[in-house]
């Protein structure tokens, strides 16, 4: 914002100007304080959403509202549950930049030939990382009904790669942990390292992200997809990434900003709700934006606004669900209350600008 200056008149300075210069001081909070009020009541009103358990939003970067609820802190380790798939698709992104693989058409049996059963399906020959990272690999999947029996499996990899086929690759989304659990066993074959290693190293930038507790499977590889241990702040702190075109908060590049866009590009929609989903993000007009989301099971959530340069990650009990009852839709809901918050507050100064400006004319 311009200032207005104060102008002299016939040798005397007039008075409009230090007026109209201390309307325009008193104004620009005034729309700061609007804003936080607001977010205030839905932060408090949101207190009645029984799973939830923490909510951080920011805008450009800078927090300007965060809660725990019944004793949970943003700063607290939780599981992300299949949140963690986008930071799994993240670190392929990181690996093709690097030349560690080669795009996302390179073809999954060449680096897991090793894991591939007897008298294999001709067309597990077919499947990309690409189909891996928009869940088209045709494979049935293993979650849902089928978790309990793959994880219990003696070799998660084979087993995932063994599942028949349910659709042709490049086919109709079929959302499969497996799916996201062998690109973390090709990272893990590509680079000689563990995915925890490499997710630690390439976000070593990002100061507030974090990985704790993290599942693996018999034969030692990070679980790619599920049981993610990380705190709200260290959740967020990942988004801003995204939000930022993939750079760090010091503005060093972690993630290409060409890899952001391939992640946020419609690829396919998930039978259950609709939105469209890239490359583990899902894709959703919420609050009359267009909204790029992470979500895990019982309502781990991560979204980000473009638009509105706005991260906003909420966090909820891991063991209850929250397609079924109604969770999910709730916490979309309480974005978009968030939304228009931030909407109003960024129209505000820019009303006010007007009409100082007009005023001066």
């Not at 100061?207 to 704790?212: H, L, R, S, V």
């Not at 309480?334 to 909407?343: G, M, T």
């Amino acid at each position: 914002m311009i200032l207005p200056q104060p102008r002299k008149k016939h040798g005397r300075m007039t008075m409009r100007a230090p007026l109209l210069l201390a309307l325009c001081l008193l104004l620009v909070p005034a729309a700061a304080r609007a804003q936080e009020a607001a977010l205030t009541q839905i932060l408090d009103r949101a207190d009645a959403l029984e799973p939830l358990e923490t909510v951080l939003v920011a805008v450009d970067g800078t927090v300007i509202a965060e809660r725990g609820y019944d004793g949970h802190s943003p700063d607290e380790p939780t599981n992300i549950k299949s949140a963690s798939k986008s930071v799994v698709a993240a670190l392929v992104g990181i690996a093709i930049d690097r030349g560690v693989l080669e795009g996302v058409d390179q073809r999954v049996a060449e680096l897991l030939a090793d894991e591939l059963p007897e008298d294999a399906d001709p067309r597990l020959h077919e499947i990309t990382i690409g189909h891996l990272l928009s869940m088209q690999a045709g494979l049935t999947p293993t979650s849902g009904p089928n978790y309990g029996r793959w994880v219990t499996s003696a070799n998660w990899v084979r087993s995932a790669l063994a599942q028949p086929f349910a659709d042709e690759p490049g086919g109709r989304m079929l959302y499969s942990t497996g799916s996201s659990h062998l690109l973390s066993a090709i990272l893990t074959a590509a680079t000689g390292k563990s995915t925890l290693a490499l997710a630690r190293d390439w976000f070593a930038p990002v100061e507030d992200f974090a990985i704790g507790g993290w599942e693996r499977d018999p034969q030692g590889i990070y679980l790619g997809g599920n049981q993610m241990a990380m705190s709200p702040r260290a959740l967020l702190a990942f988004g801003e990434v995204f939000r930022n075109g993939g750079l760090a908060p010091d503005g060093e590049r972690v993630v290409s900003a060409e890899w952001v866009e391939r992640s946020w590009t419609e690829r396919t929609n998930s039978r259950f709700t609709g939105d469209g989903y890239g490359y583990g993000w899902f894709l959703r007009r919420i609050g009359g934006e267009e909204v790029r989301y992470a979500w895990g099971y019982g309502g781990q959530m991560l979204y980000i606004v473009p638009a509105l340069e706005l991260t906003v990650a909420m966090t909820s009990d891991e063991n209850a669900p929250s397609a079924g009852n109604g969770h999910r839709d709730a916490l979309h809901a309480l974005l978009a209350e968030i939304i228009a918050a931030v909407r109003e507050g960024e129209a505000a100064p820019n009303a006010e600008t007007s009409q100082t400006s007009s005023r001066n004319r």
